[in-house]
């Protein structure tokens, strides 16, 4: 077994006589195989966790108990070994319960497993073909309600198990039974499914030292083994697993039903376990990603980890097991748990195997009600309040609503189907919805286009301009993204018209002028500056065309930016803002920075509001504790963000070109005191630190320091957060665990990002989401560009 990311330190491992390739001149050496201590121990979570849900999902499907120990076991090896998402753990999962219990009971067990080695093709096929990112172009909605509707059928028909019961085929029948049920229910069934549920929501939220160590233990597992162990010691009469010898296993055979029906759930299979997988897969490189001082992990190559899963399908099809995916639950513990490479999946499938050869006696000790009350708790989560927040925000209700509906009521596919429906509608009716107003302002006519224009929007496009009297002046504001032919074809013969008859005219959007005035007339935004060459970017560049008024200027600029924000931007954001309104601000991060007006925090971090705390002074400094001469603001700051708001993470970020970085060195001895000379003393220890070794400076990566300002300015980072570890908020959080540091570097002139990576003192580029943010030590250090941050 090789690991993706090699490992310093293992537990065990092999040697193997395959040669080394790369140089066929050298001579064949035994290739040394290592299995990380972080993999080891990550596996036998997951395998914890694994071994109680598969046993539980068979039980929800109807297939045989083993079944889904194969899919476990297979999932594990064969998808864990050629997938391509590293840390992503398949299996059986509950997204195909519904559609794997829907075909069970319709075609029977063997054919289920044929049409389980169909879609395993089906994977295969799509796999070369390279489209697996064309599968996340379902909309979320989508997925969502289709993974809600799952979690709903499966909660009620193992409802029915909790009480004692038998679930029925339908969500229908088993809410129409339910009242019936609730009246005869199993006493002894139900206490045990009731002592599951309260182990399985209580066990994480036990206190004191002895609750972190018992935490340890996966709570799927406790739940289990509790339940378990209190109706063997009470003596309850109840069904429990039942394991039947591996040699009266059902295997594959040969498909039995119409063509049409078998293609139909072929596809199902496919396209859940499909987009199910895939989801997986991003949401673990996410995870991965944000883990501190961990190894770096490679991404999900998409297309192999559908190769992967279609492999793992064919396989475990053929040998009896139920259709794999890959599953949140676990790919989620596998990396809380600090796995770091694909040996974690492979040896969880390992452990399985073990298990279901030598441990059927304690398995066979099982209450079925337990496992029943686990796949419910799980039924009941995939209907997520998050999810539903989500597609809330982004107006897509509906669209969730339906899917869920028919999902549950209809099945997967017609349900599936049926959200993409109402999204396609949805989408045309958004298309479709303009508003177009008229307006007369002081003499200048205002036609405001707000939405998409396209030809369903022409007729009330051409309506209001020709309210627009001949000679005048008149702005046309188009406030949206897309504008088809007919549109503009509509818009430019009667803007040539309007310029033929006398008339003035300007096309403008969100940011500013589109085109420059016809017949060389002023511009709107002659009411602000006067001049036709102000252009979008005006309001972001020390633009001056109107010498004496700059005062006026800038006041008009100011209250033109406001009724922009007012008019543009907070129909957009006074939702999210009203949230934060109620729940207060829970920033992760302290962003401290200079007060240069060119670093612009949120467009370089990609932030909005309530994700960063941000403090700015000039030359981004950390006085020490009780050197601010009675300015403890900044240390307030730390204090109030790191003991009240509990931020994860603390970032000091210098820039290029700073002024306070070269004022330090070029102040003479013995300057006249003032303000910021008082203030800059606080950054003495940098220039320090500079004329020291040449060690103990930072560095850039993939070139070299342009000159000393631009030298001074990464040491300075370096140093205050050396400064900032001395604060004492910021050692309890960082003893405590929960608080990381770290250095960056804004170089204006590149717009391009860079962050510190210790011991070296590197500062370093950030490539997409596979950038990994490292705490800063005031020891040695380097720099590195973020191209993408």
């Given at each position: 077994m090789s690991a993706d990311v090699p490992s310093p330190t293992s537990?065990?491992?092999?040697?193997?006589?395959?040669?080394?390739?790369?140089?066929?001149?050298?001579?064949?050496?035994?290739?040394?195989?290592?299995?990380?201590?972080?993999?080891?121990?990550?596996?036998?979570?997951?395998?914890?966790?694994?071994?109680?849900?598969?046993?539980?999902?068979?039980?929800?499907?109807?297939?045989?108990?083993?079944?889904?120990?194969?899919?476990?076991?297979?999932?594990?090896?064969?998808?864990?070994?050629?997938?391509?998402?590293?840390?992503?753990?398949?299996?059986?999962?509950?997204?195909?319960?519904?559609?794997?219990?829907?075909?069970?009971?319709?075609?029977?067990?063997?054919?289920?497993?044929?049409?389980?080695?169909?879609?395993?093709?089906?994977?295969?096929?799509?796999?070369?073909?390279?489209?697996?990112?064309?599968?996340?172009?379902?909309?979320?909605?989508?997925?969502?309600?289709?993974?809600?509707?799952?979690?709903?059928?499966?909660?009620?028909?193992?409802?029915?198990?909790?009480?004692?019961?038998?679930?029925?085929?339908?969500?229908?029948?088993?809410?129409?039974?339910?009242?019936?049920?609730?009246?005869?229910?199993?006493?002894?069934?139900?206490?045990?499914?009731?002592?599951?549920?309260?182990?399985?929501?209580?066990?994480?939220?036990?206190?004191?030292?002895?609750?972190?160590?018992?935490?340890?233990?996966?709570?799927?597992?406790?739940?289990?083994?509790?339940?378990?162990?209190?109706?063997?010691?009470?003596?309850?009469?109840?069904?429990?697993?039942d394991l039947p010898s591996w040699r009266s296993h059902a295997l594959v055979g040969l498909p039995e039903g119409p063509v049409l029906g078998l293609i139909a759930a072929v596809l199902t299979i496919t396209l859940v376990g499909s987009v199910v997988s895939l989801l997986s897969a991003i949401a673990t490189d996410k995870l991965a990603a944000a883990r501190p001082d961990a190894p770096p992990v490679p991404r999900a190559d998409l297309d192999k980890e559908l190769r992967g899963q279609g492999l793992a399908n064919i396989v475990s099809g053929s040998l009896g097991g139920l259709p794999v995916s890959g599953v949140a639950v676990r790919s989620t513990a596998n990396v809380h748990a600090g796995a770091v490479s694909r040996n974690s999946a492979m040896l969880h499938g390992l452990w399985v195997i073990i298990a279901a050869l030598f441990l059927v006696p304690v398995l066979d000790l099982i209450p079925l009600?337990?496992?029943?009350?686990?796949?419910?708790?799980?039924?009941?989560?995939?209907?997520?309040?998050?999810?539903?927040?989500?597609?809330?925000?982004?107006?897509?209700?509906?669209?969730?609503a339906v899917t869920t509906a028919g999902v549950a009521l209809l099945?997967?596919?017609?349900?599936?189907?049926?959200?993409?429906?109402?999204?396609?509608?949805?989408?045309?009716?958004?298309?479709?919805?303009?508003?177009?107003?008229?307006?007369?302002?002081?003499?200048?006519?205002?036609?405001?286009?707000?939405?998409?224009?396209?030809?369903?929007?022409?007729?009330?496009?051409?309506r209001a301009l020709h309210q627009v009297p001949h000679g005048?002046?008149?702005?046309?504001?188009?406030?949206?993204?897309?504008?088809?032919?007919?549109?503009?074809?509509?818009?430019?013969?009667?803007?040539?018209?309007?310029?033929?008859?006398?008339?003035?005219?300007?096309?403008?959007?969100?940011?500013?002028?589109?085109?420059?005035?016809?017949?060389?007339?002023?511009?709107?935004?002659?009411a602000a500056c006067g001049h036709a060459c102000c252009g979008p970017w005006t309001p972001w560049r020390n633009h001056s065309c109107a010498p004496g008024r700059t005062e006026l200027r800038g006041t008009r600029q100011l209250a033109s930016g406001i009724d922009a924000f007012q008019r543009n931007t907070a129909p957009l954001v006074r939702e999210e803002l009203a949230r934060l309104a109620r729940e207060g601000q829970r920033p992760q991060q302290l962003f401290l920075t200079c007060a240069d007006s060119r670093v612009v925090t949120s467009m370089i971090t990609s932030s909005g509001p309530g994700d960063l705390f941000v403090v700015r002074n000039v030359g981004n400094l950390v006085p020490l504790p009780g050197a601010e001469s009675g300015d403890d603001s900044v240390a307030a700051a730390i204090e109030y963000a790191v003991d009240v708001l509990r931020v994860q993470s603390i970032t000091i970020c210098g820039h290029s070109g700073c002024g306070a970085m070269q004022a330090l060195l070029s102040a003479p001895p013995g300057a006249e005191d003032s303000p910021l000379r008082r203030w800059l003393r606080h950054g003495r220890p940098s220039l320090e630190r500079l004329a020291g070794s040449e060690q103990a400076r930072a560095r850039l990566a993939g070139r070299e320091v342009a000159d000393a300002a631009e030298q001074l300015c990464l040491t300075n980072v370096v140093q205050q957060l050396q400064h900032l570890r001395f604060h004492p908020a910021v050692a309890r959080g960082i003893a405590e665990g929960r608080l990381e540091l770290h250095g960056m570097y804004f170089h204006v002139g590149e717009a391009r990002a860079y962050l510190l990576a210790e011991p070296e003192r590197l500062f370093g580029p950030v490539t997409g989401v596979e950038h990994r943010m490292q705490d800063a030590d005031p020891a040695p250090a380097q720099a590195v560009p973020t191209t993408a941050v």
């Open positions: 537990n065990f491992s092999h040697t193997s006589e395959t040669s080394d390739t790369s140089d066929s001149s050298h001579p064949r050496h035994p290739r040394r195989f290592r299995i990380a201590g972080a993999d080891l121990s990550a596996s036998i979570c997951v395998f914890l966790i694994a071994l109680p849900l598969s046993l539980g999902i068979a039980l929800a499907t109807g297939a045989p108990l083993q079944a889904g120990l194969v899919a476990a076991a297979v999932g594990g090896l064969v998808a864990g070994r050629f997938g391509g998402s590293p840390l992503q753990v398949a299996g059986p999962a509950a997204g195909l319960t519904v559609v794997t219990a829907d075909l069970i009971q319709q075609y029977g067990w063997r054919t289920t497993c044929a049409i389980t080695v169909l879609a395993g093709a089906a994977q295969l096929c799509l796999a070369y073909l390279r489209v697996a990112r064309s599968a996340l172009a379902v909309s979320p909605a989508i997925v969502h309600g289709m993974l809600a509707g799952i979690g709903i059928t499966i909660a009620m028909a193992q409802l029915h198990i909790v009480l004692g019961g038998s679930p029925h085929s339908s969500v229908i029948d088993n809410v129409r039974e339910l009242p019936q049920q609730l009246t005869d229910p199993h006493p002894a069934a139900l206490s045990v499914s009731v002592l599951t549920l309260v182990v399985l929501f209580a066990w994480p939220r036990i206190p004191s030292a002895a609750g972190r160590l018992l935490r340890k233990i996966p709570a799927a597992l406790a739940a289990v083994a509790v339940s378990t162990a209190v109706a063997a010691f009470a003596g309850l009469q109840l069904p429990r697993v009600g337990a496992l029943a009350a686990l796949v419910m708790a799980i039924g009941v989560r995939m209907v997520s309040v998050n999810h539903l927040r989500t597609v809330t925000r982004h107006r897509e209700v509906l669209v969730y099945g997967v596919l017609e349900g599936v189907a049926i959200g993409i429906a109402v999204a396609v509608a949805v989408a045309l009716n958004r298309l479709a919805r303009t508003r177009i107003t008229y307006e007369d302002r002081g003499g200048i006519h205002h036609v405001r286009v707000r939405g998409q224009l396209t030809f369903l929007a022409v007729p009330r496009l051409s005048t002046t008149a702005v046309v504001e188009l406030d949206g993204s897309f504008m088809d032919h007919a549109a503009y074809e509509t818009l430019h013969d009667w803007q040539d018209s309007h310029a033929a008859r006398g008339g003035k005219t300007e096309l403008t959007g969100r940011s500013g002028p589109l085109t420059a005035p016809t017949h060389g007339g002023s511009s709107h935004r002659d």
